[in-house]
């Protein structure tokens, strides 16, 4: 199955239309997840509780016509509980392979820093590699694979921080916000009129429609000054002085991947310079680790990668 630029943003569309009917006023936020799914990434949503985050994931899943699993980490929860593990059949007197929940295209890991860092590890090669290793073998895991994981601010009470090997298997991090009043209001009206708390979503793609339209994107033209213009943005990065680590070149990767998505998305076969402005702090921020002076600042790594765009020259792409 092939697929066109013009087809993928047709079908994001679709999708994006679909998804909008149970997540109010978070067009921008969803075409960017979308843009992390087509990219074959992971997302990390960090926000207070309340704020769609689970809904969100949920639906995505129903449009895009996908088995769905949801995990929610607790302290208690085991590496096993996760990726599962073999059980003795006393029947049939042999270990069977018990799969856990982690088999699924999209998985929602629903509140990941309440668990253990030994239990958050056990993604690690699960997001990496797509596959998962139990008792000496390998299994791999349903294509496309997808981890949206949530996320309660570190100030919240009985959180565990991700370590940094983890958060950098995240293509992107980002926040969902408040509705407006009038978002708000509109949320209130829909459940009256709905007159029950659940959504009955449409699936308007499957999981060949989803391959394809990443097999799309990968079509879709980087110049090499955009190219370098993303190396730029990366490195200055290590070289500022709040800044103990900085992205590795695996956040100049995402930023191609998500460019390119994103691109699609718009129904363009080409990469713009704003399409990596707009993806720089989502795809960049949560690779930063600051000096220690500024762990306990708001926004402070928000406020370096602004400035980094601020001052790195954006280059003058002509359409040929």
Do not use: C
Request: aromatic share 6%; proline share 7%; hydrophobic share 45%.
């Amino acid at each position: 199955m092939e697929m066109t630029v013009a087809e993928v943003s047709a079908v994001a569309e679709q999708v994006i239309r679909e998804v909008e009917r149970a997540v109010v006023g978070k067009r921008p936020l969803l075409q960017k997840i979308l843009a992390a799914v087509l990219a074959g990434g992971h997302v990390l949503l960090e926000d207070y509780p309340g704020l769609a985050k689970t809904l969100i994931a949920n639906s995505f899943a129903a449009a895009l016509g996908l088995d769905f699993k949801r995990i929610q980490f607790t302290p208690d929860l085991l590496p096993g509980d996760i990726t599962g593990g073999y059980v003795f059949n006393r029947e049939q007197s042999r270990f069977e392979l018990r799969k856990g929940p982690i088999f699924a295209n999209i998985l929602l890991a629903d509140e990941i820093n309440r668990a253990s860092p030994k239990t958050q590890s056990a993604l690690l090669e699960a997001m990496q590699e797509g596959r998962v290793t139990l008792e000496g073998e390998t299994l791999p895991l349903p294509d496309p694979f997808v981890v949206i994981a949530t996320q309660n601010p570190i100030e919240y009470e009985g959180t565990f921080p991700l370590p940094e090997a983890q958060l950098d298997r995240f293509i992107m991090k980002l926040a969902v916000g408040y509705p407006t009043p009038e978002e708000e209001q509109e949320i209130l009206r829909r459940r009256r009129q709905r007159r029950q708390d659940g959504f009955d979503l449409q699936r308007v793609a499957d999981a060949r429609t989803l391959l394809a339209m990443r097999q799309a994107v990968e079509g879709v033209h980087l110049d090499p000054d955009i190219e370098r213009y993303i190396v730029a943005l990366t490195a200055e990065t290590r070289r500022r002085r709040q800044v103990a680590v900085g992205a590795s070149p695996r956040g100049s990767l995402a930023l191609l991947k998500l460019t390119r998505a994103w691109a699609a998305i718009q129904n363009r076969d080409y990469v713009l310079p704003d399409d990596v402005k707009a993806f720089a702090h989502p795809a960049l921020v949560h690779r930063l680790i600051l000096a220690p002076d500024l762990w306990m600042t708001r926004n402070a790594a928000e406020d370096i990668l602004t400035d980094i765009l601020q001052t790195v020259p954006v280059p003058v792409i002509g359409r040929s």
